[in-house]
């Protein structure tokens, strides 16, 4: 007897995130990327230069590499850890400083942006954004006007908690104007990476 073998065609999601592509679904590896996710922003954290109430900092690159590698899911509950971790005591925020505290520090709303533009930027990046340099750059300049609307807010309320009132171009230069070149900067070598780096990829794959 003869018999027909039926091609089975397995389909998905139109990318699949860097580094989970290369390592199986497992929990303790989903915890292990998780927790690496978390630590590098914790690094990224120390490599900071202090202008004022606002240290410019490394993280916001991370936010755009934790999106693309980690995925929606990973990069997000990575960013959360960072953040929860951050609060409960590890010392991990920039100058190497962390506790409950740290909720009531102007800068903090920064962190809540970094868990929302995190998850936009691996969202996207599943559907494809980081394929090319004109949405990369879109991609990245979105999680960007993401983090500077919790933060700079955020700022103003601890400000005004404190007793310093700052007028519009006052919170501006406080806690945007000074980052902007630097973050564009961020986001044009981001995007320039991306998508080389997913063609690197595809060469080793089997």
Same mark, same amino acid.
């Given at each position: 007897?003869?018999?027909?073998? +039926? ?10 995130p860097f580094m989970v592509h290369h390592v199986a679904q497992t929990r303790?590896?989903?915890? +292990? ?11 990224l954290a120390q490599l900071n230069v202090t202008i004022g109430a606002v ?30 971790? %951050? ?25 809540? %942006?970094?868990i929302v533009a995190t998850a936009v930027v691996g969202w996207l990046a ?55 070149? %630097? ?24």
């Open positions: 007897m003869f018999s027909t073998r +039926v091609p089975v065609r397995l389909t998905g999601p139109a990318t699949t303790l590896n989903t915890l +292990v990327l998780v927790a690496c996710g978390a630590f590098m922003m914790g690094v240290p410019i900092t490394g993280q916001t690159f991370g936010v755009m590499a934790l999106g693309v590698t980690l995925g929606y899911r990973r990069a997000t509950a990575a960013m959360v850890t960072y953040v929860v971790g %951050g609060l409960a005591g590890i010392p991990w925020f920039a100058h190497f400083t962390g506790g409950p505290l740290m909720i009531f520090k102007p800068t903090f709303g920064y962190l809540i %942006g970094f599943q559907h494809g954004w980081d394929r090319r340099i004109s949405t990369s750059l879109l991609m990245y300049g979105g999680a960007s006007f993401v983090i500077y609307a919790f933060g700079v807010p955020y700022l103003w309320l601890m400000m005004h908690a404190t007793g310093v009132d700052l007028g519009w171009s006052e919170l501006m230069w406080a806690g945007m104007l000074p980052f902007i070149p %630097g973050d564009a900067l961020k986001c044009a070598l981001a995007a320039v990476l991306s998508p080389q780096a997913r063609v690197a990829v595809s060469r080793v794959e089997p």
